[in-house]
């Protein structure tokens, strides 16, 4: 069945350091690919997306590209911000059952 | 207030009780989902709904039963609660099939501890 793997977290960084979040899928089709952010104490929120190859996905310095080939969606920003520390969820839209797939999230904390 | 609140907040029970977590959106959004989130499991879905009167059953489903009888509210009811089902429990809400959009638009979350 289709499937996210995240890497494994915590993941620790300084402030303004380059952050990678790896996140790879298994699917039938061609399914559209999201990351979501929650903040602690909050629910979850849309990050970005990308729905079909080679798209990239990008908000608030956020970026992802969507690769068919490697079948992936790394997560990178350039320089990470404090107010950046949350858990970052990897997920695909499943055109099987029309419902979100979740990885297991990775927990980014990012010190002063 | 607009969007989509849970209630309550937080909830101690013991085991073999029933507790009912509720959810209400005022999108009028068609489906509607709950998860639960547990370390080293992510988000797991337990029951969702794309419309009223119709459920399905998500991915942990046993122990738990929802309803919806009216578009904006989607209780989840644990029958007898166990202390596996400590958890935080997320509804969230979506105005087209997910997949397509995957604009999920979520609460803020149930934090269950069951004694």
């Known amino acids: 069945g289709d499937s996210v793997t995240q890497m494994e977290g915590p993941v620790t960084l300084s402030e303004e350091a380059f952050l990678t979040i790896n996140c790879t899928y298994t699917a039938t089709g061609y399914p559209s690919l999201f990351w979501y952010v929650q903040y602690p104490g909050e629910g979850l929120q849309l990050l970005l997306k990308a729905t079909k190859a080679d798209d990239k996905g990008s908000n608030k310095g956020f970026e992802a590209t969507y690769r068919k080939e490697t079948t992936s969606f790394h997560l990178e920003k350039g320089s990470v911000q404090v107010s950046d520390s949350a858990v970052y969820f990897c997920a695909l839209g499943s055109s099987n059952t029309g419902k979100l797939i979740f990885g297991q999230g990775t927990t980014l904390q990012v010190k002063p | 207030d607009a969007g989509i609140t849970q209630s309550p907040r937080y909830k101690i029970t013991e085991t073999g009780r029933q507790v009912t977590l509720m959810c209400h959106q005022t999108?009028?959004?068609?489906?509607m989902f709950w998860y639960r989130q547990d370390l080293g499991h992510g988000l797991r879905l337990i029951y969702y709904?794309?419309?009223?009167?119709?459920?399905d059953k998500g991915e942990v489903p046993d122990g738990y039963v929802v309803s919806r009888s009216k578009t904006e509210n989607f209780p989840l009811t644990l029958e007898s609660a166990t202390r596996s089902q400590t958890s935080v429990y997320f509804c969230a809400s979506s105005e087209n099939r997910p997949s397509n959009t995957g604009e999920l638009f979520f609460g803020e979350g149930s934090r269950l501890t069951v004694l």
């Open positions: 999108w009028s959004h068609s489906y």
């Open positions: 709904s794309a419309a009223a009167d119709i459920t």
